[in-house]
């Protein structure tokens, strides 16, 4: 137990290292030292990564610490997904005195066009554009679009900017769109359209300001157009992890100012990050060293102590009081570090600091004896099998699957996921003849559904380390390879 003059002491001299000063934007939007916009509760990025199949590129907002809106870009289709033609671009320009970022992008990528670790079919349609990015005052920025010639006339009202808003967290919320209001749906619904052959639903509204989360201090965001209409729509219709997407198509015979948006966040006043503690989700092992990490808010530069509790039958029991020790920076928090080596009697614990709360965990000298590993092998191996019917007691996980497994792929293909075929099938078989026996066997490839046989060469090796390593024999499932059944929490005394 640490005595006050310790701790207080400690306290001190890492609240003097904490001190070191983080440019951050305060008052409004303005270029930090990062090269984003940012203000206290608010962040706006351009480009800063690139990642669309991701939702993790273009115009992205962080208002109050969640990552809102994203993907904001020129694309060609209403409610593109992963498949779809993405543009190529040169690096971000900054220019601190207009407080603008510009980049330069071009479709096609010939990087990707039919070619590539994933090839892209992209139509015949070559154009560059520029996308401005202007803080303007307060919360508010503008995006603007001015191409190099404009669009055929056959691609008007197809190529629009789009930006891409986080559906968890609008589910149940409201929008007003011009004045009227609607609620952002749990799950797609129609009326459907077809577009280039897709089946969509129709925009959920149409108008020149959108007002998203009215009600929602923390997320009420306005978007207005100048000059093209803006479109609301539900990208998970066509997409099960497409977003609720906001688009505005290019007008004709316009180059300059072919989209013109202003968007104003709402920033809470005095809005600070809420630290966040992270324990080890498992537990700790009495004799081993115990850190926990706390992230902070930029802005928290005197560091609080940490107590630590043990859960009791009557409650929590206060057993331990430390102190914090600043880590350093890292993206956009401060991070420290939190010390209770020195607790090693067993029992289920909670950490605090502040009015925050860790999650319970456990000091235990069996802290990996259950409920540790064993979900990887009772639920997670069996799932991902392939060619196997999947049932735990009166639930399906899915049916025998891929019997038809496999062809011959044809010569000079490029495939998803780095597959290529050469001008040679490099064996007997000829482009489309069955390859018999490749039905049996093997998992899924992080839900593509392929079999990377690498991925299967590694997982087998490391289940038969356990066994030799460590004299694993756990056996909760049974697996009929004849039948092709397999039954979670149903041994078969096969380890």
């Given at each position: 137990?640490?005595?006050?003059?310790?701790?207080?002491?400690?306290?001190?001299?890492?609240?003097?290292?904490?001190?070191i000063?983080?440019?951050?934007g305060?008052?409004?939007?303005t270029?930090?030292?990062?090269?984003?916009?940012?203000?206290?509760?608010l962040?706006?990025t351009?480009?800063s990564d690139f990642?669309?199949?991701?939702?993790?590129?273009?115009?992205?907002i962080?208002?109050?610490?969640?990552?809102?809106?994203?993907?904001?870009?020129?694309?060609?289709?209403?409610?593109p997904?992963?498949?779809?033609?993405?543009?190529?671009?040169?690096?971000?320009?900054?220019?601190?005195?207009?407080?603008?970022?510009?980049?330069?992008?071009?479709?096609?990528?010939?990087?990707?066009?039919r070619?590539?670790?994933?090839?892209?079919?992209?139509?015949?349609?070559?154009?560059?554009?520029?996308i401005?990015?202007?803080?303007?005052?307060?919360?508010?920025?503008?995006?603007?679009?001015?191409?190099?010639?404009?669009?055929?006339?056959e691609?008007?009202?197809?190529v629009?900017?789009n930006?891409?808003?986080?559906?968890?967290?609008?589910?149940?919320?409201?929008y007003?769109?011009d004045?009227?209001?609607?609620?952002f749906?749990?799950?797609?619904?129609?009326p459907?359209?077809v577009?280039?052959?897709?089946?969509?639903?129709?925009?959920?509204d149409?108008?020149?300001?959108?007002?998203?989360?009215?009600?929602?201090?923390d997320?009420?965001?306005?978007?207005t157009?100048?000059?093209?209409?803006?479109?609301?729509?539900?990208?998970?219709?066509?997409?099960?992890?497409?977003w609720?997407?906001?688009?505005?198509?290019?007008?004709?015979?316009?180059?300059?100012?072919a989209?013109?948006?202003?968007?104003t966040?709402?920033?809470?006043?005095?809005?600070?990050?809420?630290?966040?503690?992270?324990?080890?989700?498992?537990?700790?092992?009495?004799?081993?060293?115990?850190?926990?990490?706390?992230?902070?808010d930029?802005?928290?530069?005197?560091?609080?102590?940490?107590?630590?509790?043990?859960?009791?039958?009557s409650?929590?029991?206060?057993?331990?009081?430390?102190?914090?020790?600043y880590?350093?920076?890292?993206?956009?928090?401060?991070?420290?570090?939190?010390?209770?080596?020195?607790?090693?009697t067993?029992?289920?614990?909670?950490?605090?600091?502040?009015e925050t709360?860790?999650?319970?965990?456990?000091?235990?000298?069996?802290?990996?004896?259950?409920?540790?590993?064993?979900?990887?092998?009772?639920y997670?191996?069996?799932?991902?099998?392939?060619?196997?019917r999947v049932?735990?007691?009166?639930?399906?996980?899915?049916g025998?699957?891929?019997m038809?497994?496999?062809?011959?792929?044809?010569?000079?293909?490029n495939?998803?996921?780095?597959?290529?075929?050469?001008?040679?099938?490099?064996?007997?078989?000829r482009s489309?003849?069955?390859?018999?026996?490749?039905?049996?066997?093997g998992w899924?490839?992080?839900g593509?559904?392929?079999?990377?046989?690498e991925?299967?060469a590694g997982?087998?090796?490391?289940l038969?380390?356990?066994?030799?390593?460590?004299?694993?024999?756990?056996?909760?499932?049974?697996?009929?390879?004849?039948?092709?059944?397999?039954?979670?929490?149903?041994?078969?005394g096969?380890p």
């Amino acid at each position: 137990m640490k005595t006050t003059y310790t701790i207080v002491r400690s306290l001190l001299i890492a609240g003097i290292l904490f001190l070191i000063p983080v440019t951050y934007g305060q008052g409004s939007l303005t270029l930090n030292e990062r090269g984003y916009f940012s203000m206290n509760g608010l962040d706006v990025t351009v480009f800063s990564d690139f990642y669309p199949e991701g939702h993790q590129s273009g115009v992205t907002i962080i208002q109050h610490g969640n990552r809102v809106a994203a993907n904001g870009d020129l694309r060609l289709e209403p409610s593109p997904g992963q498949w779809s033609p993405v543009p190529a671009g040169t690096a971000t320009v900054i220019d601190e005195s207009a407080n603008t970022i510009s980049k330069t992008l071009w479709f096609p990528d010939s990087a990707k066009n039919r070619r590539g670790f994933n090839p892209v079919t992209y139509p015949d349609l070559q154009f560059t554009y520029h996308i401005h990015v202007t803080a303007t005052g307060g919360s508010s920025f503008t995006v603007r679009v001015d191409l190099d010639e404009p669009l055929p006339v056959e691609w008007l009202d197809r190529v629009g900017f789009n930006l891409e808003l986080f559906p968890g967290d609008l589910f149940g919320k409201t929008y007003l769109m011009d004045g009227r209001p609607g609620i952002f749906p749990t799950q797609p619904t129609g009326p459907m359209t077809v577009y280039d052959d897709e089946y969509l639903t129709e925009a959920m509204d149409t108008g020149y300001e959108l007002v998203i989360a009215p009600e929602e201090p923390d997320q009420r965001m306005v978007i207005t157009s100048s000059r093209q209409p803006l479109e609301l729509r539900d990208g998970r219709s066509n997409h099960n992890n497409g977003w609720f997407i906001v688009r505005s198509t290019v007008q004709a015979n316009v180059t300059k100012g072919a989209i013109e948006w202003i968007v104003t966040p709402n920033v809470v006043p005095g809005w600070k990050y809420a630290p966040v503690i992270q324990v080890s989700q498992l537990g700790y092992h009495p004799g081993q060293r115990k850190l926990a990490v706390v992230e902070l808010d930029p802005q928290d530069t005197v560091l609080q102590a940490f107590r630590l509790f043990r859960v009791e039958p009557s409650g929590k029991v206060p057993v331990e009081t430390g102190v914090v020790r600043y880590w350093g920076n890292f993206l956009r928090y401060r991070y420290a570090t939190l010390d209770f080596s020195e607790v090693d009697t067993p029992g289920i614990y909670e950490l605090s600091y502040g009015e925050t709360s860790s999650h319970p965990f456990r000091i235990a000298a069996d802290v990996y004896k259950r409920n540790t590993w064993q979900p990887t092998l009772e639920y997670y191996l069996p799932v991902q099998m392939c060619h196997m019917r999947v049932n735990e007691k009166y639930r399906v996980w899915h049916g025998r699957c891929h019997m038809d497994d496999a062809l011959m792929a044809p010569t000079n293909h490029n495939h998803f996921d780095g597959y290529f075929q050469g001008p040679s099938t490099l064996c007997d078989y000829r482009s489309g003849d069955p390859v018999v026996g490749l039905n049996s066997g093997g998992w899924h490839d992080a839900g593509d559904y392929d079999l990377r046989v690498e991925s299967q060469a590694g997982t087998v090796h490391r289940l038969a380390m356990m066994i030799e390593e460590f004299g694993l024999d756990h056996d909760a499932t049974s697996v009929d390879q004849e039948k092709k059944v397999v039954e979670i929490h149903q041994p078969d005394g096969r380890p």
